[in-house]
């Protein structure tokens, strides 16, 4: 259940009265003011928020998922213990999971956006050649970042679900885009992470080792063998936190191997058990979602209130239940598996609407409107944040002078976070009063359309 990630296409229709034309391959991208704000907001939201959870493989190893138990540092413990807690129980109420669920979503709405752009001035010939270009240019991104920074990459998961499953599904109407994204989501991604992670082997070993440890003198070969294979395994695990402690702090070089084969692993273990369906799922949803004007904020507000009220009423009971479980299991992996990962896809779909929702909402407000200005930004420069927060986070823990992997409390972690969050708004707020777009965002534009875009704000503006 990773949540490792970026990503939204951002190609927005021209407005009314903007003459059709024959445009080839070289045609020209979305000019600035054509974006659609909203959009922004909600990709500048993802960025930043999923941090959050990737910060926890930046900065130490975790014998659980994305709660920190296993730590050279112990979290739970001393005079911050509270905050350690109150951080696991909010990150799980809102972000686990859900922002990357998030740009899933923009992902599909951007396919959508930029099929339906591309096919009405265009052939629909060269408006497939653009397409399938633009995500053949992500994938060689994500092959970069993945194998050359950091192995939490998803750009490879993201090219790859634009470039096999999504062109053949732009046309399909909105309900059906719908039906078929939220079973893909709910039910595909439901048996695919658990498949992943394996959890029905982990709950029977828990019954089995119950069983052993009740039977006490009076245990079986089998019960005796079981026990002594649990102790060594948790021995190996002690060892192995601290082999990812001495290869995750090697420089950018020497680390580079464990790079390689820790996402070659990566990937064979989330497309061999369909763990991609759940993010798929998501996609498909937001091809729906935009077709049906959820995403660009037409729907009456009640639709966005309701959405918010069942999707918390679904999501947070079965977070804080499940939080509350696992905790006072002294963190058994089993406990785990029962009740968060079991009802993982399900609680994240819910929060992720409702979190959308609320964010929705806010833009139509009016109100925080400098915040979400900002914040947009960050969604027009997001390509580009993503790779930079990368590189600062590995940098910082791994690659420079002070090789901080698995050396800061957890609490600690979110300084790191907050830091590199107002890096983010105050370089996309710099960057933009002089540029059309992004460092790499130009990039990927210039490559998909195999012409040099206009790079100068005014330059762009004068198109």
């Known amino acids: 259940m990773p949540d490792k990630n970026f990503t939204s296409i951002s190609i927005e229709p021209l407005p009314p009265g903007t003459p059709e034309v024959e445009a080839g391959p070289t045609e020209a991208p979305v000019h600035q003011t054509q974006r659609l704000p909203t959009l922004d907001v909600l990709r500048g939201v993802a960025l930043l928020g999923i941090l959050m959870l990737n910060i926890e493989d930046f900065a130490g190893p975790e014998s659980l998922w994305d709660i920190p138990t296993g730590l050279p540092r112990p979290a739970f413990s001393g005079w911050h213990a509270w905050i350690d807690y109150t951080i696991v129980v909010l990150k799980w109420m809102f972000a686990e999971g859900k922002m990357r669920s998030m740009f899933s979503i923009l992902f599909g709405a951007g396919v959508v956006l930029l099929t339906e752009r591309l096919e009405k001035r265009s052939a629909l010939r060269r408006a497939r050649s653009i397409y399938y270009r633009r995500n053949l240019w992500l994938l060689v991104f994500g092959v970069c970042h993945g194998f050359i920074l950091w192995f939490g990459d998803i750009l490879i998961d993201y090219s790859a679900m634009a470039l096999i499953f999504l062109y053949p599904l732009r046309r399909l109407g909105a309900r059906m885009l719908l039906m078929l994204g939220l079973i893909l989501w709910l039910v595909g991604g439901t048996f695919g992470s658990t498949r992943a992670f394996d959890v029905t082997a982990t709950l029977r070993t828990e019954s089995q080792l119950n069983a052993a440890k009740a039977a006490g003198t009076s245990a079986t070969v089998a019960q005796r063998a079981l026990l002594e294979d649990a102790?060594?395994?948790?021995?190996?695990?002690?060892?192995?936190?601290?082999?990812?402690?001495?290869?995750?702090?090697?420089?950018?070089?020497?680390?580079?191997?464990?790079?390689?084969?820790?996402e070659v692993a990566i990937l064979k273990l989330k497309f061999p058990s369909f763990w991609f369906l759940e993010w798929l799922g998501a996609m498909v949803t937001g091809m729906g979602l935009y077709k049906s004007g959820y995403l660009t904020n037409k729907l009456p507000?009640?639709?966005?209130?309701?959405?918010?009220?069942?999707?918390?009423?679904?999501?947070?009971?079965?977070?804080?239940f499940g939080i509350w479980q696992v905790f006072k299991?002294?963190?058994?992996?089993?406990?785990?598996?029962?009740?968060?990962?079991?009802?993982?896809?399900?609680?994240?779909?819910?929060?992720?609407?409702?979190?959308?929702?609320i964010l929705l909402l806010l833009v139509r407000s009016g109100h925080l409107r400098s915040?979400?200005?900002?914040?947009a930004f960050v969604g027009r420069t997001a390509f580009s944040n993503y790779i930079l927060t990368t590189i600062l986070c590995q940098f910082l823990f791994a690659w420079g002078p002070?090789?901080?992997?698995?050396?800061?409390?957890?609490?600690?972690?979110?300084?790191?976070?907050?830091?590199?969050?107002?890096?983010?708004?105050?370089?996309?707020?710099l960057w933009l009063?002089?540029?059309?777009?992004?460092?790499?965002?130009?990039l990927w534009r210039s490559l998909t359309y195999w012409k040099?875009?206009?790079?100068?704000?005014?330059?762009?503006r004068q198109r």
């Open 329 to 357: 299991s002294g963190f058994a992996v089993a406990a785990f598996d029962r009740w968060l990962a079991i009802p993982y896809t399900a609680e994240v779909l819910a929060g992720t609407l409702a979190n959308t929702s």
């Open 433 to 442: 009063r002089v540029f059309a777009f992004g460092p790499l965002e130009w």
């Open 231 to 262: 102790s060594k395994r948790q021995q190996a695990g002690a060892a192995a936190i601290q082999e990812t402690l001495r290869t995750r702090r090697l420089g950018f070089l020497a680390g580079w191997p464990t790079r390689v084969t820790t």
């Open 452 to 460: 040099r875009q206009p790079m100068l704000l005014t330059t762009s």
């Open 371 to 375: 915040t979400l200005e900002r914040v």
């Open 301 to 320: 507000v009640q639709a966005y209130l309701s959405l918010v009220i069942a999707g918390y009423a679904l999501a947070l009971p079965l977070v804080l």
């Open 402 to 429: 002070w090789k901080l992997y698995g050396k800061l409390e957890y609490y600690q972690w979110y300084v790191v976070v907050a830091v590199i969050w107002a890096l983010n708004l105050i370089a996309s707020s």
